[in-house]
């Protein structure tokens, strides 16, 4: 069986991202409203119907925007730790609401879906390996630096969603508040271009397929920058970047593949904006 993932949207306006085979699926983070998701899917043909849970990174606006509408709209559990729930302030059905615990696998189906703690100015941060038939796909933002655990489940996957979420000398050069750039670029922050650039370089697996760059910001990074920086280093991995303005691509991943990425469903190229 093999796994399909696409991202619905992806940066500072809104994370969400999807994984799954044949019969299920899971969504990472719901950032934009539920009625937006739907449309993107849609033009994507991925069956919302085959949605059967919705994991939380963590509090921040641009990751549970539309997390309260869609798990009521289609009863699907939301997998939040409590810290995070309680600092969220969303009003999710109690009976809906599924804890985890890092490393304890997540059974949805066909698909096992293990978290692990990460450095982000959140109360409880998380990011998440999916997994279905030895397939292992991460979605890996807002994370400050590449700490222990994002070294350990990168070098173990065969797709990611990466973020590159900042240049650095765009992000010295901008207008932005001195503590804000502080904050962007600090240990609890976001993960820049040259950050991204040396886990990919230096920890990706021989077998990894697709990377698809992610949560860029819009005014400290260009995708033309980012894609030109990694696709010199690419070797035979995929490499695309995920847009704040539209839904991705579908990549159809088959395990240990290394032949050309396939998009399915639909017939249009990404482009980077």
């Known amino acids: ?8 949207n992806s940066g500072s306006n809104g994370n969400c991202y999807y994984i799954g085979n044949n ?3 899971v969504l990472v983070d719901v950032g934009i409203s539920c009625g937006e998701a739907q449309k993107r899917m849609e033009r994507m043909k991925l069956d919302m119907d085959k949605v059967k849970a919705i994991f939380i990174s963590h509090e921040h606006i641009d990751h549970i925007r539309g997390v309260e509408v869609m798990a009521k709209r289609f009863r699907l559990p939301v997998y939040i730790t409590p810290p995070t729930l309680q600092n969220s302030r969303l009003k999710i059905d109690p009976s809906l609401v599924r804890s985890f615990i890092p490393y304890e696998p997540v059974c949805i ?4 879906v293990t978290s692990f703690p990460k450095q982000h100015d959140a109360a409880d941060p998380y990011s998440f390996v999916i997994e279905h038939d030895g ?7 807002d994370i400050g630096y590449s700490c222990e655990h994002v070294i350990r489940n990168f070098s173990q996957c065969q797709a990611v969603f990466l973020e590159a979420n900042y240049d650095t000398k765009m992000l010295e050069e901008s207008s932005y508040p001195s503590y804000l750039k502080k904050r962007i670029s600090g240990d609890n922050g976001h993960l820049s271009n040259d950050q991204s650039l040396e886990l990919f ?7 990894m397929s ?3 760059l992610s949560h860029l910001s819009k005014n400290n990074n260009s995708p033309e920058l980012v894609y030109d920086l990694f696709s010199k280093h690419a070797g035979k991995t995929f490499v695309t970047v995920a847009s704040r ?3 991705s691509p579908v990549y159809y991943l088959k395990k240990g593949s290394r032949e050309e990425p396939v998009q399915v469903f639909n017939g249009l190229q990404m482009t980077l904006f």
């Open 1 to 8: 069986m093999s796994v399909f993932i696409a991202s619905v």
């Open 23 to 25: 019969t299920e699926a």
């Open 109 to 112: 189906g066909g698909l096992s």
């Open 135 to 141: 397939i292992k796909t991460g979605v890996f933002t």
């Open 201 to 207: 370089v230096n920890h990706r697996p021989d077998f």
């Open 210 to 212: 697709h990377l698809l």
């Open 245 to 247: 303005y539209k839904e």
